[in-house]
């Protein structure tokens, strides 16, 4: 079979591929078709929440398996086809959204786009698939069927008793019917416990894409081998079965569909609560670990906002990342940031705010129009009471050796931030609504030392320019 090229989609709307993946014998060829609709007009479709091996694309040498999309040969991940094999019926078909297949990797602005439209993607699926890879082992197998069957009773009792007038809350319905399970189900807990013990240990948990694909998800099933599960009891299954399970997988579990609406989720989705949370989720890519949150935030998911570019360098969405935190936005290029690393991001916004404020403000030799213009806008930040503003002035007057001054003015209630531009200085001025004599000023800028120097210098280009006008008006005497 020939290799497959994708067609383009158009930029900036919201087309998308969608995959029609054809029934068949578990281990006959796979075969699909790839066509292309809009959000507003797909077909009801499900979307699969699965991990690249080694996060290559599947184009890439990691790929054993070929598929077949419109008659021609595309290799995918082991894992992939794995997933295909389970999913597919023996008849008819099902139609599917696969970021690997219905994305064009090679296309970097392609990716953008598409990134930009993953939360919409997911959040319109009829369902969420979460894809853990097959069985490890016979033994292995044998606990997560146990496991499986043990949480889809459960979740079965407590749906019926939702349906039949129960308003208690479904974690504590599941909780009743975990303890009216049959007695071989009582039997097998400890088996139950490795089995779930091993699977949050899956490479699935740990990378930071899966966290968008189910946290906007409407209802979603976990899959493992043959055996699958809904996803809104598989997260609840930890606590009911006594399983300690560390922040970060637990976090997760959070945010799963049913579940999330009694978590942290409900109330803490801004972009940087996300960051601090998932932390330490893997990404191939350092700016991934942003680009995957925005969807999934509260209040960074409007693309026009904040885009999640693929063309600019990491250190550039940094900077833009820190920008939006600081501003709700990010600023054009007449205005001039510091360099940020992804672990500042997770700083205090009041660090953040302050270390981009000092930088700002210590630009002094020369014209600095853009960074003074970024001082100024958070300036205006401080004065709306943003950026944890007692916390910002207080660390930038212990800078200074001027907390107990700084304590003073706010003390005294209302206050006013100003800032001086000057040629060898910049000056931060707080002052008390109450009067100017509660007053603090932080000054930026060049050191004494080099203000020296540079005064010298000055001098001497003075007294030479004068030496220079003395000697052509002896010229012009002659």
Known sequence: ????????????TDSIRLLMLNGGAFFSDISCQLFETSLAEAPGYS????????????????????ISIDGHAVPVTSNLYAALQQIRPETGHIILWIDALCIDQSNEL???????????????AEEVLIWLGPSLSDNDENGIQILFESINWIDGHATHAQTVGYTTSWATLCS?????????????????????????????FTRVWILQEVAVAKTARVLCGSYACPARSFAL????????????????????????????????RQLHVLLNKFANSAAKRPKDKIYALLGMSEDACDPERFYPHYTIPGSEAFRNTACFL???????????????????????????????????????????EASHKTAARLVDRINEGQLERDDLLLSLARSHGQESDMDGVLSQGDIHVGVI???????????????????????????PKKRVSHLKFGMNLILFLVRIVTVVRGISRD
């Open 1 to 12: 079979m020939s290799t497959f090229r994708y067609s383009p989609l158009q930029a900036g």
């Open 47 to 66: 979307a699969l929440s699965y991990t690249w091996e080694n996060d290559e694309p599947t184009r890439g040498s990691e790929s054993p398996h070929d």
């Open 110 to 124: 392609e990716r953008g786009d598409q990134v930009r439209q993953m939360g919409q993607i997911f959040s319109t």
């Open 176 to 204: 009743d019917w975990m303890r009216q399970r049959p007695l071989d189900m009582l039997d097998t807990e400890r088996i139950q416990r490795q089995a779930q013990k091993e699977l949050l240990t899956r490479r699935w």
């Open 237 to 268: 299954m930890p606590s009911l079965i006594g399983l300690d399970v560390d922040e970060r997988t637990q976090a997760i579990l959070d945010i799963m569909p049913r579940f999330r609406q009694n978590t942290w989720w409900s109330s803490q």
């Open 326 to 368: 600081l501003f709700g936005d990010v600023l054009d290029a007449r205005h001039a940031f510091p360099d940020f690393t992804l672990e500042e991001l997770r700083l205090p916004i009041f660090q953040l705010a302050q270390k981009t404020l000092e930088w700002a403000l210590c630009q002094t030799e020369g014209w600095h």
């Open 421 to 447: 531009f000057g040629y060898a200085t910049n000056t931060l001025r707080v002052t008390s609504q109450a009067g100017p004599t509660f007053q603090a000023n932080l000054v930026y800028g060049q050191s």
